[in-house]
């Protein structure tokens, strides 16, 4: 007997999945999204226009069908920077020796190469690190002009054609939208997705940028995989809508013993900022290939969970790997069981960040506390941009978060968010209207039953930003009218 569809999550923290070959048909994302996938991530460094056109087609047929918004999240590739290639199509060099980089397309020996990056050569100096190949190669630079580098090796390997180069203590003086983002922008737009991936931020600059072309279209995600995003980590939260640890070549970029602290201190500062935030890369990585993860996979994940994140993502896991299902079932298997911990709680709680001096951040902090004094089963927030939803989502409750919004733009965003519910509905005329549609909907998706409690939160007059100033208790009754 095939069970029906629950009608909302039994966890907090959010999946995201990545799709790929493996999962492109209607009928695979359907699945996905049964088996717990609450965001899609279309990663544009694959495929064509068309490929992402028909995923995004299946996603909203999907969507129309289970009655729940669903969010996709446009990635963008962004700057790759690549060497040349060499006459014997690889080199094995040793510590000590040096290595010329410059702009000559002549095939390189173990004495140079090419780096057709003169953007690099820019920014580098002497004493600069450059990393090749993941981080496998490790060159110090000795001597740097406007258009070569001479450097010593410090951790030798072989090398061979096109291998990336990663220049973790260094702005590089460009665009972190290449020609490829923008045209790769202009299609994810006009697809209509809800989230943009901005790849390689390193500055606020490269956000502002962006914002410049993507307007109120969409929101902005930047990806936090370099150091020096790090460093200016608080101007890039206050005008990005959500981050990424992206850990992939942020774990290139600097010491392995680092990334830990550094994920921990990106989840804390943006959930000050009221921001989402998803930790990625290699959460899962062995399940390309195996039915099962590892245990250390597991801890991972469930790490990202006991530090606060909003979403856990999946990369190749599911994009083309032999078992994405039940990697994404899995995921959800471990956020469950680490939620019900009690020391996941007490973690939220110690973590409980610090107030403004607001009335709608006192309200928010309010319903939390009156929903765990009097067990109600569900916070309810009224919103037209997001913002009453998100001031609830920081508080991090331990109940779910009823997002309702007129706007189905907003409700797909939303759906990001730590503990968000999200649900179109139709806009309403007053604070009576809100709470009728809330209980109709608390009960309809099983968030609630008869005589259960849902705490209400509201900004009046309706359609104004950031004027959350109402609190109401509700009780779920047969008439739906609280």
């Known amino acids: 007997m095939t069970l029906p569809l629950l009608r909302h999550r039994l966890r907090q923290t959010k999946i995201v999945a990545t799709l790929g070959p493996s999962t492109s048909s209607k009928e695979m994302i359907r699945a996905l999204y049964e088996a717990g996938a609450d965001v899609f991530r279309l990663n544009f460094s694959h495929g064509t226009a068309a490929d992402h056109k028909a995923r995004m087609d299946a996603i909203r047929e999907v969507e129309a069908e289970v009655g729940r918004p669903i969010a996709v999240l446009a990635?963008?590739?962004?700057?790759?920077?690549?060497?040349?290639?060499?006459?014997?199509?690889?080199?094995?060099?040793?510590?000590g020796q040096s290595l010329r980089l410059d702009l000559d397309a002549t095939a390189g020996d173990d004495t140079r190469v090419q780096m057709p990056h003169p953007e690099i050569f820019t920014a580098l100096k002497v004493g600069s690190i450059l990393l090749l190949d993941d981080g496998k190669v490790r060159l110090r630079v000795m001597e740097a002009a406007k258009d070569y580098a001479q450097t010593v090796v410090e951790v030798g390997d072989k090398l061979s054609d096109r291998k990336g180069v990663n220049v973790p203590d260094s702005v590089i003086p460009a665009s972190v939208l290449t020609e490829k983002d923008r045209h790769d922008l202009e299609v994810a737009l006009d697809l209509g997705a809800d989230w943009i991936a901005l790849s390689f931020v390193q500055r606020p600059e490269d956000v502002m940028e962006a914002r410049q072309l993507i307007g109120n279209r969409a929101a902005i995600l930047a990806k936090l995989e370099k150091p020096m995003a790090i460093q200016s980590l608080i101007p890039i939260l206050e005008r990005a809508d959500g981050v990424m640890v992206a850990?992939?070549?942020?774990?290139?970029?600097?010491?392995?013993?680092?990334?830990?602290h550094t994920q921990k201190r990106i989840i804390r500062e943006a959930r000050k900022f009221g921001k989402p935030v998803i930790v990625a890369t290699q959460m899962?990585?062995?399940?390309?290939?195996?039915?099962?993860?590892?245990?250390?996979?597991?801890?991972?994940?469930?790490?990202?969970?006991?530090?606060?994140?909003?979403?856990v993502m999946l990369s190749a896991e599911t994009a083309s790997g032999q078992y994405p299902l039940e990697a994404v079932r899995i995921m959800d298997r471990i956020i469950q069981h680490t939620q019900v911990d009690a020391m996941e709680q007490d973690g939220l709680l110690m973590g409980k960040v610090g107030l403004l001096s607001t009335g709608a951040d006192a309200i928010t902090a309010a319903a939390r506390q009156v929903a765990e004094t009097i067990g109600a089963v569900a916070i309810v927030t009224y919103t037209t941009s997001g913002s009453t939803t998100l001031r609830a989502a920081r508080e991090r409750p331990s109940v779910p978060i009823l997002g309702l919004t007129s706007q189905m733009e907003t409700a797909r965003r939303l759906v990001l968010s730590y503990g968000v519910h999200a649900a179109h509905t139709p806009e309403a005329k007053g604070l009576t209207e809100v709470i009728s549609t809330a209980i109709k909907i608390v009960r309809g998706d099983g968030l609630a039953k008869l005589y259960d409690r849902v705490v209400i939160t509201a900004g009046v007059p309706f359609g104004t930003t950031g004027t959350t100033n109402v609190l109401r208790i509700a009780v779920v009754d047969e008439a739906g009218q609280g």
Request: no cysteine; net charge negative; glycine share 10%.
């Open 75 to 95: 990635d963008l590739q962004g700057p790759k920077h690549r060497l040349g290639v060499f006459k014997e199509g690889s080199i094995v060099i040793k510590a």
């Open 247 to 260: 850990r992939g070549d942020l774990g290139v970029e600097m010491p392995p013993e680092d990334v830990p």
């Open 284 to 311: 899962l990585e062995s399940m390309i290939t195996a039915p099962t993860p590892t245990r250390a996979e597991a801890s991972d994940v469930a790490t990202a969970v006991y530090d606060g994140a909003d979403a």
